[in-house]
């Protein structure tokens, strides 16, 4: 049995999206085609992969086996492809991957924890920057990849795919002023003592863009340099915070409570260069160990 590896790339955005259209937008392909190389898949497998429904699909038992080895393919497929591109790119040229500050809380340390274990003939140079600056470096021929929030990337010319939820959320103390809360506006945040990310974090710059002139007097009780510190002061009662929602994992004791600004729903996108195409191959194995890490976790196969 042979696949096709755009089918299973097709098939695990499907997967982590929900909705074959999205998986389709993602690959850049039309519904009707998305749909007919979803049906050629299951004739493969002699087996239906997707249950579909009036809000989206999810997959199968044997569409979630078909995912969880669909990523290990594609990942495999990624090294090969830079194992050869390693030989066509000059020595001490390394990729160069520019994200925002909510990517690099997690998302882009363990996307470079494989990427660099599987590649150890290709280096990664990394930083820290705000979406328009990244864009206009992109567009510039200065970094290869760059993640990216979608509300300042719209029309910017370049090739962009969605990676995931980025929307912030406000979290306090485990039965604290937020218990009993799901959700709220920024005015009524604003009016306990805060805590912050420093100056130069593009997080706390966006936040502080969007508040605009007429933002609310805040106490902020200090600045840290980055989010894990921030969660652990809030975690402790010092103060609430707005952080994004990746940033609270499921083992931390905090109320988290949506917030209803507009400005607080983002997502994050994928954004590629307009450099030479002797990096592309580097380049796309790296995206696809961030394409890998932004998705859901798999769910827990049953013990037997």
Same mark, same amino acid.
Request: proline fraction near 6%; charge should be positive; charged fraction near 25%.
């Given at each position: 049995?042979?696949?096709?590896?755009?089918?299973?790339?097709?098939?695990?955005?499907?997967?982590?999206?929900?909705?074959?259209? %999205?998986?389709?937008?993602?690959?850049?392909?039309?519904?009707?085609?998305?749909?007919?190389?979803?049906? /050629?898949?299951?004739?493969?497998?002699?087996? %239906?992969?997707?249950?579909?429904?009036?809000?989206?699909?999810?997959?199968?038992?044997?569409?979630?086996?078909?995912?969880?080895?669909?990523?290990?393919?594609?990942?495999?497929?990624?090294?090969?492809?830079?194992?050869?591109?390693?030989?066509?790119?000059?020595?001490?040229?390394?990729?160069?991957?520019?994200?925002?500050?909510?990517?690099?809380?997690?998302?882009?340390?363990?996307?470079?924890?494989?990427?660099?274990?599987?590649?150890?003939?290709?280096?990664?140079?990394?930083?820290?920057?705000?979406?328009?600056?990244?864009?206009?470096?992109?567009?510039?021929?200065?970094?290869?990849?760059?993640?990216?929030?979608?509300?300042?990337?719209?029309?910017?010319?370049?090739?962009?795919?969605?990676?995931?939820?980025?929307?912030?959320?406000?979290?306090?103390? !485990?039965?604290?002023?937020?218990?009993?809360?799901?959700?709220?506006?920024? /005015?009524?945040?604003?009016?306990?003592?805060?805590?912050?990310?420093?100056?130069? /974090?593009? #997080?706390?710059?966006?936040?502080?863009?969007?508040?605009?002139?007429?933002?609310?007097?805040?106490?902020?009780?200090?600045?840290?340099?980055?989010?894990?510190?921030?969660? $652990?002061?809030?975690?402790?009662?010092?103060?609430?915070?707005?952080?994004?929602?990746?940033?609270?994992?499921?083992?931390?004791?905090?109320?988290?409570?949506?917030?209803?600004?507009?400005?607080?729903?983002?997502?994050?996108?994928?954004?590629?260069?307009?450099?030479?195409?002797?990096?592309?191959?580097?380049? $796309?194995?790296? !995206?696809?160990? #961030?394409?890998?890490?932004?998705?859901?976790?798999?769910?827990?196969?049953?013990?037997?």
């Amino acid at each position: 049995m042979r696949y096709d590896l755009d089918d299973l790339r097709l098939f695990l955005d499907i997967v982590a999206e929900g909705s074959i259209t %999205a998986g389709a937008r993602r690959m850049r392909l039309s519904l009707p085609s998305a749909s007919a190389r979803v049906r /050629s898949l299951e004739r493969q497998a002699g087996v %239906a992969l997707l249950v579909r429904g009036r809000r989206g699909v999810r997959p199968t038992p044997a569409g979630t086996a078909l995912a969880r080895h669909a990523r290990d393919v594609l990942a495999h497929t990624a090294r090969l492809e830079s194992a050869v591109a390693s030989y066509t790119r000059s020595p001490g040229a390394p990729l160069t991957l520019l994200s925002g500050g909510s990517a690099m809380h997690e998302l882009v340390p363990r996307a470079l924890v494989t990427f660099l274990r599987a590649h150890p003939d290709v280096d990664v140079t990394v930083r820290e920057s705000r979406t328009p600056d990244t864009v206009r470096a992109l567009a510039d021929g200065e970094a290869d990849l760059g993640v990216v929030v979608d509300a300042e990337a719209r029309d910017c010319g370049l090739a962009l795919e969605p990676l995931g939820d980025d929307s912030l959320v406000v979290i306090g103390q !485990a039965g604290g002023l937020l218990a009993g809360r799901t959700a709220l506006v920024y /005015s009524e945040v604003a009016e306990h003592p805060l805590v912050r990310l420093d100056a130069g /974090s593009s #997080l706390r710059r966006w936040i502080e863009e969007h508040l605009g002139p007429h933002a609310p007097v805040v106490r902020h009780r200090t600045s840290v340099a980055g989010l894990t510190t921030v969660v $652990s002061l809030v975690a402790a009662g010092v103060g609430l915070a707005v952080v994004p929602r990746r940033a609270v994992g499921a083992h931390q004791r905090l109320d988290v409570c949506a917030l209803r600004d507009t400005w607080a729903r983002r997502r994050l996108l994928l954004a590629w260069g307009t450099g030479g195409a002797a990096s592309a191959p580097a380049a $796309s194995a790296l !995206a696809e160990h #961030l394409r890998r890490e932004a998705l859901p976790p798999s769910p827990a196969e049953p013990s037997t």
